[in-house]
């Protein structure tokens, strides 16, 4: 009984919301009669079915993809500048007023640029993944490296370390923790990006399952794959937060 | 001018066979600031343990770190095992106040690291992994290979940190304070047992303190750094057995000596220097 405890208010958050969701659509079908589809009755319904469904899960399988994709990506951007960015103070004065620039526009502005250079499909989902999460990556890693043990760096240097031993032999493995946590933060804004930047040119994929339900005017199940980004959004976020934990647990 | 300067010459060269590092007149600068240290000449025998004593900010850090290659002199020279020496020598080893394990690596990797890099001396895996067992156990962590760094106390880490540069087989041992940063009973444990290790491991070591009990207890030699720019004040040989502790009366006669001439020093080059009463009869100059 004990044991459940710490999950009484949590889950009584989500049963509030979910009662307030009922309520919001049974007022709003009064007026409008096809929001009764919205209903989280008719969402569950669709949404017991959808995760049974075979085509459902290519849609995710596919987004996951981009995801990956995107997140390695900016991990072999970000990294690496964020470690020059940490080592040489003319690449840190140089590049970070255009950085700061290039992170305050919204990443979805590039889209019809990313499409006419990029062409129709993956690719510039691709992008728009990756250029969204450099940035989190490429602040944290910097800052990981200007709070590197001065010490670790003179006992490399005391054994003559190469530049490439010192880069992997103390510099990454000391910033792990910082970059994990840039991936966290990555993790998160590439999950918010992924469904409107897989609403343009792209025949799958949650954000594209999205307005096809809108077209084909299944209204349940829209909001069911509402429910399915929120929860694997959530999963994504856990895995990430258990990562770090675990990494810092093993130190 | 002339006169002296073929005797010095060879007599550098007939001590380089005797000798693991010998350095003359170095002096070292900061960028941006006066001379730290200025015409400093130092031999270390094979073996020899050789305790730098001074106040703190007298450049004693700094001297260490030109002496043990990883800075580089304005003038003078330094040369290990009678080669010049531009980069730290893979037959040295450094030990600092902080002992500065890498996190991520157990106690067994962490103390053969660097064991493997390039510009070390190539050694065969299961040589490696013999040389660090016995380092190891040498500084007492036998059955802690497998520990993390955050599992171990402050005299451990710095165990692991001796183990770490004995396994290299040095020549010669820097230790800058590495003892600083433990309680008196633990570091009286670590000099005994800095000791007993570069004895069995036939190193020299130079070891840099602020502590003249430190000093009086481990040196065969003792250097007294002083004044701005630093210098070799004066040296004292110790020749008094171990352990040291048994020889309460030669122990604290040396320590009056050095306390003497730590307050000459402190005094500077006031004139009272002249009116003060000179309480050591064979003071060695250097
Ligand atoms: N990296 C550095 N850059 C500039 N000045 C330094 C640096 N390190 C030490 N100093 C200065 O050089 C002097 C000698 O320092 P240090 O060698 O650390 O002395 P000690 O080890 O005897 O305490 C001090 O005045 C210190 O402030
Ligand atoms: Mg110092």
Same mark, same amino acid.
């Not at chain 1, 103070?89 to 305050?104: D, E, G, I, K, N």
């Not at chain 2, 007939?14 to 400093?40: H, I, M, N, P, W």
């Not at chain 2, 020889?247 to 307050?263: K, N, P």
């Given at each position: 009984?004990?044991?459940?405890?710490?999950?009484?208010?949590?889950?009584?958050?989500?049963?509030?919301?979910?009662?307030?969701?009922?309520?919001?659509?049974?007022?709003?079908?009064?007026?409008?009669?096809?929001?009764?589809?919205?209903?989280?009755?008719?969402?569950?319904?669709?949404?017991?079915?959808?995760?049974?469904?075979?085509?459902?899960?290519?849609?995710?399988?596919?987004?996951?993809?981009?995801?990956?994709?995107?997140?390695?990506?900016?991990?072999?951007?970000?990294?690496?500048?964020?470690?020059?960015?940490?080592?040489?103070?003319?690449?840190?004065?140089?590049?970070?007023?255009?950085?700061?620039?290039?992170?305050?526009?919204?990443?979805?502005?590039?889209?019809?640029?990313?499409?006419?250079?990029?062409?129709?499909?993956?690719?510039?989902?691709?992008?728009?993944?990756?250029?969204?999460?450099?940035?989190?990556?490429?602040?944290?890693?910097?800052?990981?490296?200007?709070?590197?043990?001065?010490?670790?760096?003179?006992?490399?240097?005391?054994?003559?370390?190469?530049?490439?031993?010192?880069?992997?032999?103390?510099?990454?493995?000391?910033?792990?923790?910082?970059?994990?946590?840039?991936?966290?933060?990555?993790?998160?804004?590439?999950?918010?990006?992924?469904?409107?930047?897989?609403?343009?040119?792209?025949?799958?994929?949650?954000?594209?399952?999205?307005?096809?339900?809108?077209?084909?005017?299944?209204?349940?199940?829209?909001?069911?794959?509402?429910?399915?980004?929120?929860?694997?959004?959530?999963?994504?976020?856990?895995?990430?937060?258990?990562?770090?934990?675990?990494?810092?647990?093993?130190? | 001018?002339?006169?002296?300067?073929?005797?010095?010459?060879?007599?550098?060269?007939?001590?380089?066979?005797?000798?693991?590092?010998?350095?003359?007149?170095?002096?070292?600068?900061?960028?941006?600031?006066?001379?730290?240290?200025?015409?400093?000449?130092?031999?270390?025998?094979?073996?020899?343990?050789?305790?730098?004593?001074?106040?703190?900010?007298?450049?004693?850090?700094?001297?260490?770190?030109?002496?043990?290659?990883?800075?580089?002199?304005?003038?003078?020279?330094?040369?290990?095992?009678?080669?010049?020496?531009?980069?730290?020598?893979?037959?040295?080893?450094?030990?600092?106040?902080?002992?500065?394990?890498?996190?991520?690596?157990?106690?067994?990797?962490?103390?053969?690291?660097?064991?493997?890099?390039?510009?070390?001396?190539?050694?065969?895996?299961?040589?490696?992994?013999?040389?660090?067992?016995?380092?190891?156990?040498?500084?007492?962590?036998?059955?802690?290979?497998?520990?993390?760094?955050?599992?171990?106390?402050?005299?451990?880490?710095?165990?692991?940190?001796?183990?770490?540069?004995?396994?290299?087989?040095?020549?010669?041992?820097?230790?800058?304070?590495?003892?600083?940063?433990?309680? =008196?009973? !633990?570091?009286?444990? %670590? /000099?005994? #047992?800095?000791?007993?290790?570069?004895?069995?491991?036939? +190193? $020299?070591?130079? @070891?840099?303190?602020?502590?003249?009990?430190?000093?009086?207890?481990?040196?065969?030699?003792?250097?007294?750094?002083?004044?701005?720019?630093?210098?070799?004040?004066?040296?004292?040989?110790?020749?008094?057995?171990?352990?040291?502790?048994?020889?309460?009366? =030669?122990? !604290?006669?040396?320590? %009056? /000596?050095? #306390?003497?001439?730590?307050?000459?020093?402190?005094?500077? +080059? $006031?004139?009272? @220097?002249?009116?003060?009463?000179?309480?050591?009869?064979?003071?060695?100059?250097?």
């Amino acid at each position: 009984m004990r044991m459940f405890a710490p999950l009484i208010l949590p889950v009584f958050g989500l049963g509030l919301a979910g009662a307030l969701w009922a309520v919001a659509t049974l007022l709003l079908a009064t007026d409008t009669p096809i929001l009764a589809n919205f209903a989280p009755v008719e969402a569950l319904r669709a949404f017991l079915r959808l995760v049974a469904d075979p085509l459902m899960w290519e849609h995710i399988g596919v987004s996951l993809q981009r995801v990956a994709v995107g997140l390695v990506v900016a991990l072999a951007v970000g990294v690496p500048m964020g470690i020059l960015t940490g080592v040489s103070r003319a690449f840190a004065q140089t590049t970070t007023p255009l950085f700061q620039f290039l992170r305050m526009i919204s990443p979805l502005s590039w889209m019809p640029i990313a499409v006419m250079v990029l062409g129709v499909g993956d690719a510039p989902v691709y992008f728009l993944l990756a250029f969204a999460a450099v940035w989190p990556i490429l602040l944290n890693t910097s800052a990981g490296v200007a709070q590197l043990d001065r010490n670790w760096l003179m006992l490399a240097r005391s054994l003559s370390a190469t530049r490439f031993e010192t880069i992997f032999r103390v510099v990454l493995p000391g910033i792990v923790a910082h970059i994990l946590s840039g991936v966290r933060l990555a993790i998160g804004i590439i999950w918010i990006i992924l469904v409107p930047a897989e609403m343009l040119g792209v025949s799958a994929g949650l954000g594209y399952f999205i307005l096809d339900a809108r077209d084909r005017l299944a209204y349940p199940d829209l909001m069911a794959a509402i429910l399915i980004i929120g929860a694997l959004g959530f999963a994504l976020d856990y895995a990430a937060r258990w990562l770090y934990q675990h990494w810092l647990h093993k130190r | 001018m002339n006169a002296p300067q073929p005797r010095a010459a060879t007599l550098g060269r007939d001590r380089a066979t005797e000798q693991v590092l010998s350095a003359e007149r170095l002096s070292f600068a900061y960028a941006k600031s006066g001379t730290t240290f200025e015409d400093v000449s130092i031999g270390i025998g094979r073996r020899e343990i050789v305790c730098l004593l001074g106040g703190s900010g007298c450049g004693k850090s700094t001297l260490l770190r030109v002496l043990a290659g990883l800075e580089t002199a304005r003038a003078g020279t330094v040369s290990f095992l009678g080669q010049p020496l531009n980069h730290p020598h893979p037959r040295s080893a450094l030990v600092f106040q902080q002992a500065s394990l890498l996190p991520w690596l157990n106690v067994f990797d962490n103390a053969s690291f660097g064991l493997d890099f390039k510009h070390q001396p190539a050694i065969e895996a299961s040589a490696r992994k013999a040389r660090v067992r016995e380092a190891l156990a040498a500084v007492g962590l036998a059955g802690r290979e497998q520990a993390w760094p955050a599992e171990l106390s402050g005299g451990q880490t710095q165990r692991v940190a001796l183990a770490r540069a004995l396994a290299r087989e040095p020549e010669l041992l820097f230790a800058d304070e590495p003892f600083s940063a433990l309680d =008196a009973i !633990t570091r009286a444990e %670590m /000099q005994r #047992l800095l000791v007993e290790v570069v004895h069995r491991w036939h +190193a $020299a070591v130079l @070891l840099v303190t602020h502590d003249i009990d430190e000093a009086i207890l481990v040196a065969d030699r003792i250097l007294l750094m002083a004044g701005k720019p630093g210098h070799i004040h004066r040296q004292w040989a110790v020749d008094i057995p171990h352990p040291r502790e048994d020889h309460a009366e =030669a122990v !604290t006669t040396l320590r %009056m /000596q050095i #306390l003497a001439a730590l307050r000459a020093t402190t005094e500077g +080059a $006031a004139p009272t @220097l002249a009116a003060a009463p000179a309480p050591t009869p064979t003071p060695t100059h250097s």
